[in-house]
C-alpha cells in the first residue's frame, strides 16, 4: 500500500525546486496531486507526474491573493470533493541589509510567505476532516541571517501561526506542523553570492548542500499517517546547522 494513496495534496510553489520533487514524490506514493503555482511552468510538472503515470492537476494561484486561494480551494472540491493533504511551500526572499530594505520588499515577502501561508490554511481547513495534515514552510534563517530581515521575520511568523493552528485544531485530530530547511541546492540558492555560499557550506557540519529530495521526504513523513501524533513542531531539515547556533 503506497503511504498516500488516494489522498488528495495541494502543494503551493510546485513549479519548481522542493515544490515540484515535493509533488513528484506524493504522486508516486499515491496522491491525487494538486500543483499551484504563479508560473507558468507549473504545467510541465504535470505532464512530468502524468507521465510517470500519477495523477495530477494545475492550479495557477497566486497564495497572496484571497480571492486566488478561494478559487484554488473551490476547483480543488469540485475536482476530487476532499483536501486530505497542504503543504505551504510557496515562498520567495528579497534580501538587502535592513537600512537599504524597502517597505514594498518587506510587504511582498510577507505577503507571500506569511499571509499566503495563512490563507491557503484557512481555506484549506474549513473543508479538511480528521486525519488531514498541513505542512508549512519555515526556515533555518528564523535563527538569524544577515541581510534576511523580512524573511527571517516571515518565516519566524509561520512558526507561530503553525504552533497556534496546531492548538486550534488539535481536538479535530488536524495536525499542523512546519519543516525548517537549511541550504537547499535550488536555484534560490545559486542568486546568493559566491562568498555567502562557501559561508554556508562551511556552517553544515554534514558537509553538503541540502538536496530538494531530502525536504520532500519529510513532507511526505509529516503528511502520512506515520505522523498522526506529531502536532505544532517545526523540524528542522539542514545538515546540523542549526546545533551550533
Not at 84 to 109: C, F, K, M, Y
Request: with cysteine; glycine share 8%; hydrophobic share 45%.
Amino acid at each position: 500500500m503506497k503511504r498516500l494513496q488516494d489522498k488528495v495534496a495541494i502543494i503551493t510553489g510546485a513549479a519548481a525546486g522542493i515544490g515540484k520533487i515535493t509533488a513528484q514524490l506524493f504522486a508516486d506514493e499515491g496522491a491525487k496531486v494538486v500543483c499551484c503555482d504563479v508560473s507558468g511552468e507549473l504545467d510541465n510538472t504535470v505532464a512530468e507526474i502524468k507521465n510517470s503515470g500519477g495523477e495530477a492537476i494545475a492550479v495557477k494561484c497566486n497564495v497572496a491573493s484571497d480571492e486566488d486561494v478561494q478559487n484554488m480551494v473551490k476547483t480543488v472540491m469540485d475536482a476530487y470533493g476532499a483536501i486530505d493533504i497542504l503543504i505551504n511551500n510557496a515562498g520567495i526572499t528579497r534580501d538587502q541589509l535592513t537600512p537599504r530594505l524597502s517597505e514594498s520588499d518587506w510587504d511582498l515577502v510577507m505577503d507571500v510567505n506569511l499571509k499566503g501561508t495563512f490563507l491557503c490554511s484557512k481555506h484549506c481547513l474549513r473543508k479538511m476532516k480528521k486525519g488531514s495534515k498541513i505542512v508549512n514552510t519555515a526556515s533555518i534563517s528564523t535563527l538569524g541571517n544577515k541581510g534576511q530581515a523580512n524573511y527571517s521575520a516571515s518565516k519566524m511568523g509561520v512558526i507561530g501561526l503553525t504552533r497556534t493552528q496546531a492548538l486550534e485544531y488539535a481536538a479535530k485530530k488536524i495536525c499542523i506542523n512546519a519543516i525548517a530547511p537549511g541550504a537547499i541546492d535550488t536555484p534560490m540558492l545559486a542568486e546568493v553570492s559566491e562568498e555567502a555560499r562557501n559561508a554556508m557550506l562551511k556552517a553544515i557540519p554534514l558537509g553538503e548542500y541540502i538536496q530538494p529530495i531530502e525536504i520532500a521526504r519529510a513532507h511526505l513523513f509529516l503528511a502520512s499517517d506515520e505522523a498522526n501524533f506529531i502536532t505544532g513542531q517545526c523540524l528542522f531539515v539542514d545538515g546540523g546547522m542549526s546545533v551550533g547556533i
